[in-house]
């Protein structure tokens, strides 16, 4: 895998070394070819949450030296990152100039007022400018009946459909689906330029969601009862 990644960048930079145990990194995220793709090296960055600033800085040490992040919850770990990370939410204020990408992973989902988020981001990316989203798929959780993708931290739940309209709204009519980790994931490419990418889908049947949830607390109910004393453990997501 690093060489990949140095054949990729033919550079000698001396990758990170949890680039291989970043098992979200390898699995399902934005990689280093997306990097070579866009041309970042030569482009004016942000990640908005940023987390721990692992991704961050691995685009950093592949020579995307114009990036700044945003998480309120960083915590300093590597002097050459820490000055890149502003330790708020997102402010577009905070941005001086432009930015030609915008990396946003498993944020939108935990936004109560998704639609004020993106208008607030898109303010300050260039007319031409990309950005890149992850964050989960409904339809993939309802065909799956998936109980514990359903919890407390995530304010907001995305069809393919919903997509559409959210982005169309603001004028982003070339939008890419990609998926990952078994298509649980969007890895979306939003742009203005071009043709849109996309056309809407059929509509998801919601009252699957009610019958599905009903029927595993059901199954849930009848097995707790076969037991006096149980422990939940990792109750908090999958």
Partial sequence: YRTMIKDIFKTKTKLPKNILDDMMYKQFTFTPTEALKYKLVDKKVVEVGCGKGHFLKILYDL??????????????????????????????????EKVDFIICRYVLEHISNP????SSVTKCLTNN???????????WIIKNRTLFDFFYEHCNYFTRNCVIVL???????NITFNYGLGRQYFQLEVSRDGLRGSKPTSTVDFSQISRFLN????????????????????????
């Fill in 167 to 173: 982005f169309d709204g603001f004028g982003f009519k």
């Fill in 115 to 118: 639609r004020e988020f993106i």
């Fill in 215 to 238: 029927q595993k607390i059901k199954e849930y109910k009848k097995l707790i009862t076969k037991f006096d004393n149980f422990v939940v453990l990792g109750a908090g997501a999958k």
């Fill in 63 to 96: 020579g995307v030296k114009n990036i700044k992040g945003f998480n309120p919850s960083y915590i300093n770990y590597d002097p050459n990152i820490d000055r890149l990370v502003s330790k708020k939410f997102f402010n577009k204020e905070k941005i001086k």
């Fill in 129 to 139: 400018g990309t950005m890149y989203f992850e964050f989960p798929d409904l339809e």
